[in-house]
T-cell receptor, first 112, second 113 residues
Framework: GENVEQHPSTLSVQEGDSAVIKCTYSDSASNYFPWYKQELGKRPQLIIDIRSNVGEKKDQRIAVTLNKTAKHFSLHITETQPEDSAVYFCAASGGGGNKLTFGTGTQLKVEL | KAGVTQTPRYLIKTRGQQVTLSCSPI?????VSWYQQTPGQGLQFLFEYFSETQRNKGNFPGRFSGRQFSNSRSEMNVSTLELGDSALYLC????????????FGPGTRLTVL
């Protein structure tokens, strides 16, 4: 089955800096890669996603890149703000149905 | 449009009991997936239902089961509860128009004593 690895597990940045979180996946049939943000005690919230026919997608301060050949995808957050502090999960899905295989999460802390 | 809702939000059970959790998807969404979230194992896929049929199943024992009704509401059941079943159980609904995009409910926090 699919396996998703996520790094780093914790990331601390200064406000205004950029943050990058990286994930790799194992199943070449995966074709959908969402990113979720989860604040303490809250539900995972979809923040951006990318499909396998696209190499990069941007939404304001957030961008995701996908390298299908290398089977890795990354989340980039620019101009980080304290409210960006949360746990971020990458996931992969494909091969029919909506099963998401999640990475282990990255605790992002944005310091003032 | 109302989001995904789950009931109850909190549950306390004892070992050996059984429990039923409910999930109402976003109106018009026909796919419901269930996930278990624990500090040690992270987010793990339990199963997916689409049009009242189980479409995918994760690697959980048969004590975990689910079903979906004609109005797309879904329930999951855990029988013979074990201490290790303590977790946050999340359901997510998916629009048939945007394949794969999943929106999560607030979850049910299950504590097994």
């Amino acid at each position: 089955g699919e396996n998703v690895e996520q790094h780093p597990s914790t990331l601390s940045v200064q406000e205004g800096d950029s943050a990058v979180i990286k994930c790799t996946y194992s199943d070449s049939a995966s074709n959908y890669f969402p990113w979720y943000k989860q604040e303490l005690g809250k539900r995972p919230q979809l923040i951006i996603d990318i499909r396998s026919n696209v190499g990069e997608k941007k939404d304001q301060r957030i961008a995701v890149t996908l390298n299908k050949t290398a089977k890795h995808f990354s989340l980039h957050i620019t101009e980080t703000q304290p409210e960006d502090s949360a746990v971020y999960f990458c996931a992969a899905s494909g091969g029919g149905g909506n099963k998401l295989t999640f990475g282990t999460g990255t605790q992002l802390k944005v310091e003032l | 449009k109302a989001g995904v809702t789950q009931t109850p939000r909190y549950l306390i059970k004892t070992r050996g009991q059984q429990v039923t959790l409910s999930c109402s998807p976003i109106s018009g969404h026909r796919s419901v997936s269930w996930y278990q979230q624990t500090p040690g194992q992270g987010l793990q896929f339990l199963f997916e239902y689409f049009s009242e049929t189980q479409r995918n199943k994760g690697n959980f024992p048969g004590r975990f089961s689910g079903r979906q009704f004609s109005n797309s509401r879904s329930e999951m059941n855990v029988s013979t509860l074990e201490l290790g079943d303590s977790a946050l159980y999340l359901c997510a609904s998916t629009s048939s128009r945007v394949f794969n995009e999943q929106f999560f409910g607030p979850g049910t926090r299950l504590t097994v004593l």
